[in-house]
T-cell receptor, first 113, second 116 residues
Framework: GQSLEQPSEVTAVEGAIVQINCTYQ??????LSWYQQHDGGAPTFLSY????GLEETGRFSSFLSRSDSYGYLLLQELQMKDSASYFC??????????????FGSGTQLTVLP | SAVISQKPSRDICQRGTSLTIQCQVD?????MFWYRQQPGQSLTLIAT?????????ESGFVIDKFPISRPNLTFSTLTVSNMSPEDSSIYLC?????????????FGPGTRLTVL
């Protein structure tokens, strides 16, 4: 089966930096994605890592170590609007060519003024 | 990118009845999925909707309970059959844009279902 672990809650202040870790166990690993979801909203794509290393997109960066089955999402210069749930998700090969996402339990980020 | 619409956005249903949720995408996509999310919880994959063939269901989900149609590359339906209060959840359609697939996956706004 598959399993992903991430912290349930993280709190930080505006302007700070926060790192959300994700460890995973899965077969057919293809890559690690991160999604943001505000209350009542749909998940929105943030980043994707297929290879080891750091990917940077504006204030957000994501890191992957395939050998350690570990990744993290780094949020810099936190803003109040970053308060949301953040999900790591493993993209894996299944049913032939289908590439499916399996989601972690989510991390609720609260940004304080 | 892809713009996804779902109907209905929400519904309240009686136990024992069935509800069909529609998912419409503004462009052709090969990969389309159905997820379920309890409020405050993670997303659970129900099935992969395959165009022109039967859907592929994840463990714990069966076709009799969640029949899926995928008549073309822009549309799919998920039916929640013989509903019980345990089926109360948010149901989300999701696609990988394009026909070749990619790494970014888009989600529809969801259908909030309450079963009494």
């Amino acid at each position: 089966g598959q399993s992903l672990e991430q912290p349930s809650e993280v709190t930080a202040v505006e302007g700070a930096i926060v790192q959300i870790n994700c460890t995973y166990q899965t077969s057919g690993f293809y890559g690690l994605s991160w999604y943001q979801q505000h209350d009542g909203g749909a998940p929105t794509f943030l980043s994707y890592n297929a290879l080891d290393g750091l990917e940077e997109t504006g204030r957000f960066s994501s890191f992957l170590s395939r050998s350690d089955s570990y990744g993290y999402l780094l949020l810099q210069e936190l803003q109040m609007k970053d308060s949301a749930s953040y999900f790591c998700a493993v993209r894996r090969l299944s049913s032939g060519s289908a590439r499916q996402l399996t989601f972690g339990s989510g991390t609720q980020l609260t940004v304080l003024p | 990118s892809a713009v996804i619409s779902q109907k209905p956005s929400r519904d309240i249903c009686q136990r024992g009845t069935s509800l069909t949720i529609q998912c419409q995408v503004d462009s052709q996509v090969t990969m389309m999925f159905w997820y379920r999310q309890q409020p405050g919880q993670s997303l659970t994959l129900i099935a992969t909707a395959n165009q022109g063939s039967e859907a592929t269901y994840e463990s714990g989900f069966v076709i009799d309970k969640f029949p899926i149609s995928r008549p073309n590359l822009t549309f799919s339906t998920l039916t929640v059959s013989n509903m019980s209060p345990e089926d109360s959840s948010i149901y989300l359609c999701s696609v990988v844009p394009g026909l070749a697939g990619g790494n970014e996956q888009f989600f529809g706004p969801g259908t909030r279902l309450t079963v009494l």
